[in-house]
């Protein structure tokens, strides 16, 4: 069991994860471990932090290493604090064969960005190398704070990002 952390879940992250620690079986509740992982991000601006990730490990009543192993294993937490909002541009074949390079560049040019890293004014992060989104008919594509935005050009992308708050 985790040792008592250092950091508290906020009450309505709590009332969340125990949600979705209802929805499994008595004893399973490593199985809500990303979803709490999720709620956590979310309310931290985006990031985990150590301290709350043993929060989530006390809550779930696991050791600290499973939540650990999880954060770290997934492309959709973030350790360190990140600009508000998200960028993935999706690299994989399709949307490599469709231009995502130049959409990269492009945002390189446009925001001083490279994958990996926020703007200066914390307004946008770009993900580091996205795999595959599921929207291949729609390369090149992106995902901007979980919603897709397919067929780009550097004009459509400056367009999304630009209505970026
Ligand atoms: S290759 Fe980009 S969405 Fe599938």
New binding site residues.
Partial sequence: MSAEPRAQLSEHAREEINLWIGKFPGGRQRSAVIAALHIVQHENKGFLTPELMDAVASHLELPRIQVYEVASFYSMFELQPVGRNSVSV???????L?G?GRILDHIAKQYGIKEGESTEDGRIFLKKE???????T????MMVNHRYYEHLTPEKVDEILGGLE
């Fill in positions: 999706c690299t994989n074949v399709s949307c490599m469709r995502s996205e795999e595959c989104l599921g929207a291949c729609g390369a090149p594509m």
